[in-house]
């Protein structure tokens, strides 16, 4: 049987993301020794560094541990019923 949750990135986040609330921002290296993420899913790499060809901003969920890239957001948001944080944009452009 095939079904929709076939995808190769899926493997069992609904554990700890289902219904989870997601903000979305800048990647911002969590400490000093510790300075990129991956995406849950796809495994895209989050840097601080904008020089780096890795991804500078995606969505977190709210106790900043999980990353998710915007693709992946697209793909899985509504299967997962993400809310999204929604916070005054406080840099400039
Ligand atoms: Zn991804």
Redesign the pocket.
Known sequence: MMGGNNDW?LTNQEKFLKGSILVRKRYVKPREDWDHDH??????KFMEDERSDALNEGYVTSDGRHW??L???HDFHESFEWKVELRRQEEHQ
């Open positions: 990135r995406c849950v899913f796809c495994w895209a998710i890239c693709t992946c957001f």
